[in-house]
């Protein structure tokens, strides 16, 4: 599947004689409806995408559903259970839905994985028989009921607290967290470039890492971070290998104007910025 692609629109790429010939396969987007589909897997014989629907565009503008959408070919392509709420990152297994509840959309109607709601399930996760384990600075482990019904969404209660950034900051990371980071000069917003390298060895814990950074102070702040970082091991063969990567980043420090106590600087993935030229 092709997204964000420049010079090319969201498209299904798809071959029938192992790779020799590629078809080009267009997600509808029509003055309807249009597919955004974000992620495939292979599910009982089937092609399963997943991701958000923008439909009844003719009204208004439409507004956007969940969509799950499957194909036994990847040409001809069927919409499957649309579950009601909007759901989080997916896997070969189901999607996060909320704390403690993962939604299953295979099959004529959706069901839902019931989990401990204690704040320790992300997008990070795997069920094995009625087991299932998520990453959440470390491995956890629980019981997992498959229902019908999913359990209610928990209410906030209290004290909120901003979590720390987790996002993809790198091909195959599991486990990338970045926390933020005091400025050199408070009251300035900027924006930096920021490089990296590093060993990934077999187990898929990180050594050797390197940092180009805009200071000497914030160079080791942001090696730090990145020496706990949790990838998935390259695999040769049968067995892993140790490889080493090369990682781009933006360091984006801003903070409440007037308040310079309150300036942080954060790190992104280069890529999160890129946008397809149409």
Same mark, same amino acid.
């Given at each position: #599947? ?10 299904? !790429? ?5 790779? &020799?010939?590629?078809? +080009? ?14 992620? !495939? ?50 896997? *070969?297994?189901?999607?996060? +839905? ?15 994985? *019931? ?5 320790? +399930? ?18 956890? $482990? ?17 004290? %909120?607290?901003?979590? !720390? ?9 599991? @486990? $990338? &967290? ?30 050797? !890492? ?10 080791? %702040? ?9 990838? @998935? ?15 781009? #980043? ?14 942080? $600087? ?13």
């Amino acid at each position: #599947m092709l997204r964000r692609q420049p010079n090319v629109e969201d498209a299904m !790429v798809i071959t029938k004689d192992a790779g &020799k010939s590629w078809k +080009l396969v267009h997600m509808q987007n029509d003055a309807s409806n249009r597919v955004l589909a974000r992620t !495939v897997f292979v599910h009982g014989g089937e092609y399963w995408a997943f991701g958000m629907e923008l439909i009844h565009r003719e009204k208004g503008g439409g507004y956007g559903v969940p969509l799950t959408i499957h194909s036994r070919d990847g040409e001809t392509w069927t919409h499957g259970a649309r579950g009601p709420n909007e759901f989080g990152a997916c896997t *070969s297994q189901g999607c996060y +839905l909320w704390d403690g509840v993962v939604e299953v959309l295979y099959g004529e109607h959706e069901q839902f994985w *019931s989990m401990p709601q204690d704040a320790s +399930l992300n997008n990070k996760w795997a069920i094995t028989g009625s087991t299932a384990c998520t990453i959440n600075g470390d491995l956890k $482990c629980a019981f997992a009921a498959l229902t019908d019904a999913p359990q209610s969404r928990p209410e906030t209660r209290g004290v %909120i607290y901003i979590s !720390v950034s987790d996002k993809q900051m790198a091909p195959g990371c599991l @486990e $990338c &967290k970045v926390e933020p980071i005091v400025p050199d000069k408070p009251g300035t917003r900027s924006i930096a470039k920021v490089s990296a390298s590093l060993t990934v060895r077999r187990d898929g814990s990180v050594s050797d !890492v390197s940092v180009d950074a805009p200071s000497r102070r914030i160079s080791k %702040i942001i090696k730090d971070q990145l020496a706990a970082w949790l990838f @998935e091991p390259a695999h040769n063969g049968g067995g892993t290998t140790e490889t080493r990567k090369n990682l781009s #980043m933006l360091l984006m420090c801003s903070g409440i104007p007037g308040n310079p106590e309150t300036d942080r $600087c954060s790190l992104h993935s280069s890529d999160e910025f890129s946008r397809p030229d149409q």
